[in-house]
């Protein structure tokens, strides 16, 4: 343990302090990589390149001073002990999937969680690292025929989305990721391990259900509850791009009629003026709308000239079955004014339709990884790495008027005129190939 490396470390950074200034110098990354149980990798390191990554290329420019993976809550809070006495900047990370790139920062200390990924199931609850991936999550669940409302993306981190809500195909029976969150263990900045809970720092808990994302402590353990799964039904239905419109109008309505075991996004393929696809303008139903990830657009009236250029595809998963599924698919298809082009159904159990969902049926788990040898990686991963972002509103009612829709879809038309040849927006881009 690391009692006597905390005490090594307050006398090197103390010794900093008194000869030079914390502000003076640099901090001595190095005396914490002797102060802690787990690793520092310092830019001198040859796993610096790796350890510096977040899942953006775009952050790919920013040096951080030192990347630590503590193992253990301990080591975490030697980690903001040494910061607070160096003046370092200190960021927490879980998945490094954040589309604001708060999870690194120039020149500071970066306390990365990937090292501390354990996910042991306790009864109808389970205990996950926050260093866990969530692929971890769901492979340690599978079989056990519970879950944890969680995204899609293998690779995000369940630190970052719980902290900042998480929401996924079980959000609208089961709520967010935080909602089911029972406790956790943080570390305070004054160095404190807590486990925070509704009775124990309900305040803290609170505060980290939705707002913990590097604002008040690392959070090193998560503990969820669980809920039930069974067989889910998938379907992905395709519209010929003239329809985009009506496909996004008669969607919106159908979610709001849609039972709560439902899931579903439509997804518009942009056709760049080379001919090649590129994916864009996700959205996925929620409890009480949906959401759109395009960019906001002007041009209200564009819709059916951008349509043509934008085929829709809808995704829709039941976590109640095949035959609840295609009654609803009915009613889909009533309000868009015509059957789909082409669809198809496939019925699995909870584990394997989110493996599909995820780009990963056909991987194992050392593949549904991104490559690397830090923790968080596997030598054998096959994920990638993409620039992507997003935005989400939620809306009640009958969802965006006709205007809105047309502004929706001028802007996938615009954004198909200078998208990148095979650029892909979603995470998991094999999911379709993948999931038949
Ligand atoms: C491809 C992709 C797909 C996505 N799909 C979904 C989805 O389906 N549903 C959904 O809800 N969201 C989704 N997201 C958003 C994602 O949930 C958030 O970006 C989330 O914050 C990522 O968590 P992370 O741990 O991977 O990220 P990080 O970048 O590591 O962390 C995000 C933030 O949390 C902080 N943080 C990380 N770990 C800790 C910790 N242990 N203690 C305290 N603070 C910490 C970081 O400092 C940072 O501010 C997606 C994002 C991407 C890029």
Request: proline content about 6%.
């Amino acid at each position: 343990m690391s009692l006597h490396r905390r005490q090594v470390l307050g006398s090197a950074a103390a010794a900093v302090l008194a000869t030079a200034g914390a502000a003076a110098r640099s901090p001595d990354y190095g005396a914490l990589a002797h102060a802690i149980d787990g690793r520092v990798v310092l830019p001198v390191d040859r796993e610096y390149a790796e350890a510096r990554q977040l899942f953006q290329p775009r952050y790919d420019a920013v040096a951080p001073g030192a990347v630590a993976y503590p193992a253990h809550a301990a080591d975490v809070a030697v980690c903001l002990d040494f910061a607070r006495r160096s003046a370092a900047a200190v960021v927490p990370r879980g998945g490094g999937h954040g589309y604001a790139g708060w999870s690194t920062c120039a020149g500071g200390l970066v306390v990365d969680t990937g090292a501390m990924a354990e996910v042991s199931v306790e009864g109808d609850g389970v205990r996950i690292g926050a260093g866990a991936r969530l692929a971890d999550v769901h492979a340690t669940l599978a079989g056990r025929g519970r879950s944890v409302p969680t995204g899609l993306c293998p690779s995000v981190g369940i630190a970052g989305l719980t902290l900042g809500g998480g929401l996924g195909p079980a959000s609208r029976a089961y709520g967010t990721t935080a909602d089911q969150l029972s406790s956790a263990r943080v570390v305070t900045p004054d160095g404190r391990i807590r486990e925070v809970s509704a009775d124990r720092d309900p305040e803290l808990f609170w505060a980290l259900r939705g707002g913990g994302g590097g604002n008040f402590g690392v959070v090193t353990e998560f503990r969820f509850r669980t809920h039930p799964v069974g067989d889910c039904a998938f379907a992905e239905l395709h519209w010929p791009g003239g329809d985009s419109a009506d496909v996004l109008r008669g969607w919106q309505r159908w979610l709001a009629g849609l039972p709560d075991p439902f899931w579903s996004q439509v997804e518009f393929t942009v056709e760049a003026d080379s001919g090649s696809g590129s994916r864009s303008g996700a959205g996925s139903g929620s409890r009480s709308g949906a959401g759109s990830e395009s960019g906001p657009g002007s041009g209200a009236g564009a819709g059916a000239e951008a349509g043509a250029t934008a085929p829709p595809a809808v995704r829709v998963v039941c976590l109640d079955g095949r035959g609840e599924l295609e009654r609803q698919l009915t009613r889909l298809s009533d309000l868009v004014g015509g059957p789909p082009r082409d669809s198809w159904i496939a019925v699995r159990s909870h584990a394997d339709t989110v493996r599909a969902l995820s780009g990963c049926l056909e991987l194992s788990p050392a593949q549904c990884r991104l490559p690397g040898a830090l923790p968080g990686r596997d030598p054998q991963g096959r994920l990638g790495r993409h620039s992507y972002a997003a935005r989400s509103d939620f809306w009640a009612g009958e969802g965006l008027p006709d205007a809105a829709i047309g502004a929706v879809l001028d802007a996938l038309r615009r954004y198909g005129s200078g998208v990148p040849r095979a650029a892909s927006g979603w995470c998991s881009s094999t999911e379709s190939a993948a999931a038949r």
